[in-house]
């Protein structure tokens, strides 16, 4: 069955970076497009970034443009978010998703989350 | 970026009530609309895509219609198990975006 685990996160200072990492299993991972999908405490969800299935083509959201990275491990069925410039307004759990396709940007699997938070 | 607007924000209902969630897009989108489910503490869970298609696996007293800016979430018969978080989703231009949710509690 498909699992999807996301690993690496934690408290971190405003500035600071951190990197997130999703384990994927189940399925083909370099067949599908893979996403982040962030969501602050209390609030609604938020799509942070997308890469296609072979890595050529990536997508950020505004909030997160210029300081985020998305890339994949096709070799390793790994997914990563490299989160630079930190802010507090980053503080969320963040989520891998999987494309239903490879760009329909439809979820039809996601991680547990892993917990972000941005302070001092 | 399109601005996605659910109504109502939260929503009491009883176990058996039919229940209707609205989501209007802030330009025409199609057919691209995906309905979420979000228990608290758990990931979200795809119910519908493409406005109107169940996703394998879900009860079908869960059904999605509509397209261009108007678009609808029911489910039939709730159950205890339904109650829960749901948000929609455009998926026809990137930034994809979340409507703000509804929250549904049993009244």
């Known amino acids: 069955q498909v699992q999807l685990v996301e690993s690496g996160g934690g408290v971190v200072q405003p500035g600071r970076s951190l990197r997130l990492s999703c384990a994927a299993s189940g399925f083909t991972f370099s067949t599908y497009g893979m996403h982040w999908v962030r969501q602050a405490p209390g609030k609604g969800l938020e799509w942070v970034a997308v890469?296609?299935?072979?890595?050529?083509?990536?997508y950020y959201g505004d909030s997160v443009k210029g300081r985020f990275t998305i890339s994949r491990d096709n070799s390793r069925d790994m997914l990563y978010l490299q989160m630079n410039s930190l802010r507090a307004e980053d503080t969320a759990v963040y989520y891998c998703?999987?494309?239903?396709?490879?760009?329909?940007?439809?979820?039809?699997?996601w991680g547990q989350g892993t917990l972000v938070t941005v302070s001092s | 970026d399109i601005q996605m607007t659910q109504s109502p924000s939260s929503l009491s209902a009883s176990v058996g009530d039919r229940v209707t969630i609205t989501c209007r897009a802030s330009q025409t989108i199609s057919n691209y609309l995906n309905w979420y489910q979000q228990k608290s503490g758990k990931a979200p869970k795809v119910l519908i895509y493409?406005?109107?298609t169940l996703q394998s696996g879900v009860p079908s007293r869960f059904s999605g219609s509509g397209s261009g800016t108007d678009f609808t979430l029911t489910i039939s018969s709730l159950q205890p198990e339904d109650f829960a978080t749901y948000y929609c989703?455009?998926?026809?231009?990137?930034?994809?975006?979340f409507g703000q949710g509804t929250k549904l509690e049993i009244k």
């Open positions: 998703a999987k494309d239903r396709t490879n760009w329909n940007y439809v979820f039809d699997y």
């Open positions: 890469i296609s299935y072979d890595g050529s083509n990536k």
């Open positions: 493409a406005a109107s």
């Open positions: 989703q455009q998926s026809h231009s990137t930034p994809d975006t």
